[in-house]
């Protein structure tokens, strides 16, 4: 059973930093890619980015391209978002993903964190 549970949310001002956790179970790494998406109020859900679990190598949506820093810690079963710089409209609710590679959709979702940055 994969359960993606996030952490880390919270409210912040304009400039700060922020890294929201997504812890994993269930997962067999070798064969699933990670993701993050958001959703703001209104607003469809984006991409921010995807990380593969085995090698690291990482893939980011435009908006957040030199802010934001996906990683993960094989160790700890965790996936990570680090997110620098932060914008007012960068608040939405924050949520990681799984996806087999077979799959060609993103099959499995946390019940996402909210990020609320202020001018």
């Known amino acids: 059973q994969v359960q993606l549970v996030e952490s880390g949310g919270g409210s912040v001002q304009a400039g700060d930093s922020l890294r929201l956790s997504c812890a994993v179970s269930?997962?067999?790494?070798?064969?699933?890619?990670m993701g993050w998406f958001r959703q703001a109020p209104g607003q469809e859900r984006e991409f921010i980015g995807r990380?593969?679990?085995?090698?690291?190598?990482?893939t980011y949506g435009d908006s957040v391209k030199g802010r934001f820093t996906i990683s993960r810690d094989s160790a700890k079963n965790t996936l990570y978002l680090q997110m620098n710089s932060l914008k007012p409209e960068d608040t939405a609710v924050y949520y990681c993903?799984?996806?087999?590679?077979?799959?060609?959709?993103?099959?499995?979702w946390g019940q996402g964190t909210q990020v609320t940055v202020s001018s």
């Open positions: 993903a799984a996806q087999r590679f077979s799959a060609g959709r993103w099959e499995y």
């Open positions: 990380i593969r679990w085995i090698g690291g190598s990482t």
């Open positions: 269930g997962v067999a790494f070798s064969n699933y890619g």
